[in-house]
């Protein structure tokens, strides 16, 4: 909407600002990535059905952080990962990560990897798969916010950030194909130790909740 005809890489052009709510949101002002697990909405109602029909070995999730970042992908800080998440799935998503070195490598892109983001909470994409048998993997592209942008990096153009997005999606085609034997191992014992350790609660649950309130939920075990 703010586009100039000449483009402009000052970042103090209202292209690059945006005001609040700004555009992160959903209609409902609701950040969508932080809904994977309470899923209250149909969008996310829609990607938890295709996750789950699908099973996949390894989910990208695609990000952009500020500008005068360069690229990022998992794992994050180690410090920072959920407990439950296995040491076997981050070893996974590191090895993968050195398919991401390589490719970025080859375009000549910085990019950098456990300095910052976490794998805690699963109510994030890149997060919930690591919950359910799949390898999360998180990218996060310095963004120019528009067409042109200058950087601590220097010019920063919105062809340059789909490249590297691209190169990553790639890089994670070619280690899925060469990893195969071990990422498919690793989702099935997955579900083969969830249903053992299953199998030996001798616990059952009930849950119920408010038909006029979907997020008066109780669980009795």
């Not at 295709?50 to 800080?77: A, K, R, Y």
């Not at 789909?162 to 790639?170: F, H, M």
């Not at 609660?201 to 009930?206: F, L, V």
Request: net charge negative; glycine share 6%; no cysteine.
């Amino acid at each position: 909407m703010n586009k100039n005809q000449s483009l402009n890489p000052d970042p103090s052009d209202r292209e690059y600002n945006q005001y609040w709510p700004r555009g992160r949101t959903n209609h409902y002002w609701f950040d969508l990535n932080r809904d994977m697990l309470p899923n209250q909405l149909p969008e996310t109602n829609a990607k938890i059905e295709t996750f789950t029909n699908w099973m996949p070995n390894i989910l990208t999730d695609h990000h952009e952080m500020g500008t005068n970042s360069s690229f990022f992908f998992q794992p994050g800080v180690p410090e920072r990962k959920n407990p439950l998440i296995s040491d076997l799935n981050q070893a996974l998503t590191k090895e993968i990560g050195t398919y991401h070195e390589d490719a970025l490598n080859k375009i000549g892109s910085l990019y950098y990897s456990e300095e910052s983001y976490d794998d805690f909470f699963f109510g994030k994409a890149s997060t919930y798969p690591d919950a359910n048998g799949s390898i999360g993997i998180l990218f996060e592209q310095a963004s120019s916010r528009g067409h042109i942008q200058k950087s601590d990096n220097g010019i920063l153009t919105f062809p340059f950030t789909i490249k590297n997005q691209l190169t990553a999606g790639l890089s994670t085609l070619e280690a899925a194909l060469n990893m195969r034997n071990e990422i498919l191992n690793y989702q099935y014992n997955f579900y083969k130790k969830s249903r053992e350790e299953g199998n030996k609660q001798k616990k059952s649950a009930i849950i119920f909740g408010d038909e006029k309130n979907a997020a008066n939920i109780k669980f009795y075990f």
